[in-house]
């Protein structure tokens, strides 16, 4: 096992374990910060490593920070006939919430543990607390927590449910009979129990799992949701519940009694489970419920004691009125009481889990060639596939709920089941662009009737269908996850671009759903206005052919584009971005029913783009305002940046048109990237770097560290180099040593930008900081281009500011970046997951890795009269002139 020794003052302790041992050589490990995440996209609970359960995100898009204290693992040891007694909740340190003095509340309870020789690891899905002889010397405590995380397996992966796995290790010289407690609040976070109508109700399952559901009445209409805490009853097992107990005694049992009858019996009246449901919770009243598990552990015995959380909310409500199922009802139905038969299948089957888990892990832990912090730091980031407030849905259309609809047509009371998408959607009643169309180079953007519009200029709006082919791969539902808890919009597709190989590499049908969404919105308009804050100009929500920079808040998939600081309609990052993601998922996955169904958008996609380059050059131009995912840093003309993604892009399009047998686009890509590389190239190559933009401003020979995105992409998708060898090399290297090394001698990341003088340019807030996902998608970029060492420095700067013992402290919750003086911005946020690029890069998938090594770039014809004609022919406009960008253009003042 390995492990790392932790100082006394306290941190946070990340290590890996390849076994299950207690470890006797640990210290300290408690601090306010930092927590293990259960994988649930029936939203999610995140549980502190001092054992609170906080961070709630049950209703989408909104998560409530504080730990209900309520919800505790105690523990219960009577030696020698009961003479020698000792209780405590496994929870160390004083809490906030706690009163000093003694009431009829938790606070009455025994909070013994001081964490001295307890410890905490994580390892995310699973997490370890080992309380070594605390609060009884002669008993060794570990509790390892299991999450059904597990690549490639969508149903088990969808469960919203965990399980708490006990090991009992008595080295005393006397038989120690143990209780372990869960208790648990009827509540879903914040001051939700407070609200009042909620109930309990005891349950006796199969095969010995017992325990309580609590049913919790939500506010705004939201759906009702189910817990279920239980322990599985063994031959050396019994289980006993107390259904319900209160905090003041007036109603119920006080958790006051309730911690006395354990301390003196040890268990609950059997009878418990014949009391059916509770009366239903006074609003201001905290309903909470008990199940102890009590066993006999023989001197230098050993015994386990399994329980288990579950939660059913079948129903997904999000604001503008759209209901789904979530995905985990296609394997237990609707039933808010199916979290019965989860918590049932979590016990029995957590054995498996583990052994998946470890079947996953266990190669890159055993890999010595890795470094000891990129293992664990690699596992751990995907917390935020958890965290980041995740909907998983069955796939099936929405109800809508008239109520809160403003577009609808019916009656306020009724909902209305959409039955089929293909038929009622208004958008789905224009012809979709067929492969034939395409290929003929019809024009994809003004062709078709448009939109009908209300006389206030709004159009109705209808559902976004999906595009799943009839003969594609099975459905795997609908998936959102948050930019961040900061930041609430569903899959930000520019930060997606960096967070999407997580995914790709463990849930690639989920990748390519998400990628299907966006094709289609790329295709779909929506021509409500909107006021962008940049400016003060307004325009249209959606434009046809520009892909959206959100798939929205309060009605995803419906109503797009959340974000409103500028309109994105006109940034330069976005298309070129979906073309790249969309290849790299064709070439990884080699799933041709999947690129002949996105291939209309890819086309519609790169014709977009054809409006931004206004000398016909092939290459685009950016508009002096931040017109990509850099949303505050200004770019003039050509960006190495915007630049470099569309090079990229062109050569992903022409090499897709290619192996989908479409010789028109192939070709018309191919002549478009030679032209455009050499304009590049002329115009950004300054000798060792490309410049930040052609511009004259006081930041354009900014050395960018996201300067070859797009040669990054390119490489990860096994397509040929952009550039030259010497010249990517040359500019990594020069991003290592200024942008990496020069700022705290590598020890925080890279940061976006720096001057070639080697000081950090302070042209704006984001070109001072370092941005955590860009540093590890540099690092990949390196790794692909044969610089492991500077790969690994680089990305261990994260490491040592986020997550080590000598950082920050953001464990768990890694912010979107931070300044040299440790400044932070926007915590528990997407772009992270950018370390799996890293993974991807050092293990390609077997299509790329096994791909015939020719450039299939050389093999697209290029006949002598289209290569005359690319020179000759203006390039051809395909947006209407009142969504081009005017020539007074936004000028950004950081």
Same mark, same amino acid.
């Given at each position: ?10 941190k ?7 076994e299950?041992?207690?470890?006797h050589?640990?210290h300290?490990v ?6 293990v995440h259960?994988f649930c996209?029936?939203?999610s609970i ?6 609170e359960?906080k961070n709630?995100?049950i209703?989408?898009?909104l ?5 209900v ?10 030696r020698d006939?009961?003479n020698?007694?000792?209780s405590s909740v496994?929870a160390?340190?004083h809490?906030d919430?706690?009163k000093?003095y003694?009431d009829s ?5 025994d909070?013994n543990?001081?964490?001295q ?5 994580? @390892? ?6 080992v309380?070594?002889?605390e609060p009884d010397p002669?008993?060794?405590i ?6 059904p995380?597990i690549p490639h397996?969508?149903k088990?992966?969808?469960l919203p449910?965990s399980v ?7 080295t005393?010289?006397d038989?120690a009979?143990?209780s372990l407690l ?9 001051f939700?129990?407070?609200s009042g ?10 095969d010995?799992v017992? +325990?309580?559901l609590l049913?919790h ?7 009702p949701?189910t817990?279920?805490?239980a322990?599985?009853?063994t031959?050396?097992v ?22 006395? %009858?354990?301390k003196?019996d040890?268990?609950?009246n059997?009878?418990?489970f014949?009391?059916g449901?509770s009366?239903?919770?006074s609003p ?7 199940v102890t ?8 015995g050993r015994c386990t ?8 909310s079948p129903?997904v409500?999000?604001?503008k009125?759209c ?7 296609e394997?237990? +139905? ?5 979290s019965?038969?989860?918590v ?7 054995r498996?889990?583990e052994?998946e888990i470890e079947?996953w892990?266990?190669?890159i832990l055993r ?9 664990f730091t690699?596992?751990?980031?995907l917390?935020f ?9 069955d796939g099936?259309?929405p109800?809508i709920?008239?109520?809160t609809?403003p577009?609808?047509?019916q009656?306020?009371h009724?909902k209305?089941?959409i039955?089929d998408t293909?038929?009622?959607s208004v958008?789905d009643?224009l012809p979709?662009p067929?492969?034939?169309?395409v290929?003929?180079?019809?024009d994809?953007?003004?062709g078709?009737?448009?939109m009908p519009e ?11 269908p999906?595009?799943?082919?009839k003969d594609g791969p099975?459905n795997v539902?609908?998936f959102l996850y @948050?930019e +961040?808890?900061e ?9 997606h671009?960096y ?7 463990l849930f ?5 759903s998400?990628?299907r969404?966006?094709a289609?919105?790329?295709l779909y ?5 909107v006021?962008?804050?940049?400016d003060g100009?307004? +325009? %249209?929500?959606k434009?046809?052919g520009?892909?959206?920079h959100d798939l929205g808040?309060h009605d995803?998939w419906?109503?797009m584009?959340a ?9 330069k990052d976005?298309?070129?971005?979906f ?7 064709f070439?990884?996955?080699?799933d041709?029913t999947f690129g002949r169904?996105?291939?209309p ?18 290459? %685009?131009e950016?508009?002096g305002?931040?017109d990509?995912t ?6 003039h ?6 630049g470099c993604l569309w090079?990229?892009a062109l ?12 010789r028109?686009?192939?070709?018309k890509y191919?002549?478009?990237? %030679?032209?455009?590389?050499?304009v590049y190239?002329?115009?950004l190559w300054n000798?060792?770097y ?7 401003s006081?930041?354009?020979r900014s050395i960018?560290?996201?300067?070859l995105?797009?040669?990054?992409y390119?490489?990860?998708?096994g ?9 990517i090399r040359?500019?990594l ?8 090394m020069k ?7 890279a940061?976006?930008g720096m001057t ?6 302070e042209t704006?807030m984001q070109?001072r900081?370092i ?11 390196? @790794?692909?281009?044969g610089?492991?060492h500077?790969g690994?420095?680089?990305?261990e700067g994260i490491?040592?500011a986020?997550?080590s ?13 931070w300044?040299?003086?440790?400044h932070?911005?926007s915590?528990?946020y997407m772009r992270?997951?950018?370390i799996w ?16 090594k020719?450039?299939l770039?050389?093999r697209?014809?290029?006949?002598p009269?289209a290569?005359?004609a690319?020179?000759?022919i ?5 947006a209407?002139d009142?969504?081009?960008i005017s ?5 950004c003042?950081c």
């Open positions: 096992m390995s492990v790392r020794r932790l100082p006394m003052e306290g946070l302790l990340l290590i890996h374990s390849q299950r041992a207690v470890s050589q640990l300290r408690y601090r306010s910060e930092g927590w259960y996209r029936s939203g995140s549980r502190g490593f001092r054992g359960f709630w995100h209703i989408p898009g998560c409530e920070n504080s730990p204290m309520e919800n505790q693992f105690s523990i219960f040891v009577s006939g009961g020698k007694k000792c496994l160390p340190g809490h919430g706690l000093k003694s509340g938790i606070s009455s309870w909070w543990l001081s964490g020789h307890s410890t905490y690891h994580a @390892l995310f899905p699973r997490a370890w607390t309380y070594d002889g002669d008993l060794k570990s509790c390892r927590q299991i999450s995380f397996d969508y088990e992966s969808s449910t708490f796995v006990y090991t009992l290790v008595n005393g010289r038989r009979k143990v869960m208790t648990w609040a009827n509540s879903i976070g914040g939700s129990h407070h109508g909620h109930f309990n109700e005891p349950f006796i399952g199969e010995g017992s +325990g309580v049913h009445k939500t506010a705004k209409d939201n759906p949701v817990f279920a805490i322990a599985c009853e031959q050396n019994n289980v006993t519940v107390l259904p319900v107990f209160g905090l003041s005694g007036e109603n119920h049992v006080s958790a006051k009694d309730m911690w006395d %009858i354990m003196k040890g268990h609950f059997l009878e418990n014949n009391a449901c009366m239903p919770s201001g009243e905290t309903l909470c419920a008990a598990a009590s066993t006999w552990v023989e001197p230098h004691v399994a329980f288990a959380l579950s939660w059913s129903k409500k999000f604001q009125g209901t789904y199922n979530r995905r985990y009802t394997f237990y +139905g609707t039933s808010e009481r199916s019965i038969n989860l049932h299948d979590a016990l029995t089957k957590y498996l889990w052994e079947k892990q266990n190669p890999d010595e060639r890795l470094p000891e912090w990129y293992k690699l596992f751990n980031e917390y596939l958890v965290a980041g407030g995740t909907v998983w849905t099936q259309p109800a709920d008239e109520k609809n577009a609808s047509n009656q306020k009724s209305k089941p039955k293909k038929s009622e958008k009643n979709r067929t492969a034939e169309q290929f003929n180079g019809d994809l953007t003004n078709g009737p448009q209300q006389t206030n200029g709004l159009r109705v709006q209808e559902p976004v999906c595009i799943h082919s099975e539902g609908k @948050l +961040g808890v930041y609430i919009m569903w899959n930000t597709y520019d930060v671009f967070a999407s190989f997580a995914l790709l590499d690639p049908k989920i990748e390519l998400i990628q969404d966006f289609d919105a790329v308009e929506d021509r409500r206005r006021k962008f804050l940049a100009t307004s +325009g %249209i929500r434009v046809k520009a892909v959206p808040t995803p419906h109503e584009n974000y409103n600081i500028h309109d994105t309609s006109k940034w976005l298309n070129p971005k073309v790249l993601q969309v290849y790299r998922d070439a990884a996955t080699g041709m169904d996105v291939w958008a890819v086309c519609a996609a790169m014709d977009y783009m054809d409006q931004f380059d206004r000398d016909g050059d092939g290459l %685009i950016n508009d305002f931040p990509q850099y949303d505050a840093w200004t770019v003309g050509i960006s190495a940046y915007c090079l990229a050569q992903a399009a022409a090499t897709m048109a290619h192996r989908l047998g479409d028109p686009y192939a070709e191919k002549l478009k990237f %030679i032209k455009a590389k050499a190239e002329a115009k000798g060792s490309f410049n930040y933009d052609s511009g004259t006081s930041n354009s960018q560290a996201d300067q995105a797009g040669q990054w390119a490489a990860s998708s397509l040929p180099p952009i550039f030259d060898e010497h010249k040359s500019a290297q020069k991003i290592f040593e200024f942008n990496v700022v705290k001698g590598g020890r925080m990341g940061v976006n070639p003088k080697g000081k950090v340019d704006c070109s900081e941005w955590t996902g860009v540093t590890y998608g540099v690092a990949a970029n390196m @790794l692909l281009h610089m492991e500077q690994f420095i680089t990305a490491f040592l986020g997550w013992e000598e950082g920050y402290g953001y464990w768990f919750q890694t912010p979107e970046g300044t040299t003086d440790g932070y911005r915590l528990i992270p997951l950018a690029a890293m993974q991807w890069a050092l293990s390609p998938p077997k299509a790329i890795l096994e791909a015939p020719v450039n770039m050389d697209i014809h290029v006949s009269q290569a005359r690319i020179s000759e203006s390039i051809r406009k395909i209407p009142n969504r081009c020539s007074s253009t936004f000028q003042e």
